[in-house]
């Protein structure tokens, strides 16, 4: 299996700025997660869908944060407006059913955002 | 709700010494904890897992982590590392409902041969 895939792997755009994150979670995985990593704050979920339904979004820090899951196959995360401080690494990690917590996370390879 | 230290940022030991990662953990209920390692440029990769049973648990690598309820600690070892384990470690815990994992805020191991 190809793993995750997310795209594009690196992104510049300037502040105010719409940006689209996409993500292909590994077939037959039906958990998926969205994180962000950066320097202050370390790794922390944004989102996560089960079956498609966004499960908990508490994470997604306001409004101009917002994630799509449309089929098993798809999800992207966007920002609108974008500013300076969204700039981070975005990570999908997707997951099998059946354990919850226990079931094994597998990461792509993460998209590097720089909002100048 | 949970929470994760990881004492050290970063670490730096010889190749073929041993290695210890800390990682300290606070959870009303059995924590459910996990290592991942992290590559320059890479995603994260699951090292092992503890959720019951024996407390010491074996994982992928060579590595090993041994969870200690009164010490609330999950600390990972390795008994001679290799220029290739040099990465970023994270241990992480989750709760028995749901899917959600925190982690913590890292550690970097160098090695220096």
């Known amino acids: 299996d190809a793993g995750v895939i997310q795209s594009p792997r690196h992104e510049v755009t300037e502040m105010g700025q719409e940006v689209t994150l996409r993500c292909k979670p590994i077939?037959?995985?039906?958990?998926l997660f969205w994180y962000r990593q950066t320097m202050m704050r370390g790794l922390e979920l944004l989102i996560y869908?089960?079956?498609?339904?966004?499960?908990?979004d508490s994470g997604m820090p306001e409004d101009r944060f917002s994630a799509k899951m449309p089929n098993a196959s798809f999800s992207t995360l966007k920002i609108q407006p974008s500013e300076p401080r969204d700039s981070a690494v975005y990570f999908c990690?997707?997951?099998?059913?059946?354990?919850?917590?226990?079931?094994?996370?597998?990461f792509g390879p993460g998209t590097r955002l720089t909002v100048l | 709700a949970q929470s994760v230290t990881q004492p050290d940022i970063h670490i730096t030991v010889s190749e073929g010494a041993s290695l210890e990662l800390r990682c300290n953990y606070s959870?009303?209920?059995?924590?459910?904890l996990f290592w991942y390692v992290q590559s320059p440029g890479q995603g994260l990769q699951l090292l092992l897992k503890?959720?019951?049973?024996?407390?010491l648990v074996q994982g992928i690598k060579g590595f090993e982590a041994e969870f200690k309820r009164s010490q609330s600690s999950f600390n990972l070892r390795k008994p001679s590392v290799h220029w290739s384990d040099a990465a970023e470690y994270f241990c992480a815990v989750g709760r028995e409902y749901g899917n959600k994992l925190v982690f913590g805020a890292g550690t970097i191991l160098r090695v220096k041969s």
């Open positions: 990690a997707s997951s099998l059913p059946g354990q919850g917590v226990l079931d094994t996370q597998y």
């Open positions: 959870y009303g209920a059995t924590p459910y």
């Open positions: 077939s037959g995985h039906n958990s």
């Open positions: 869908f089960n079956n498609n339904v966004p499960i908990d």
């Open positions: 503890y959720f019951s049973g024996d407390t």
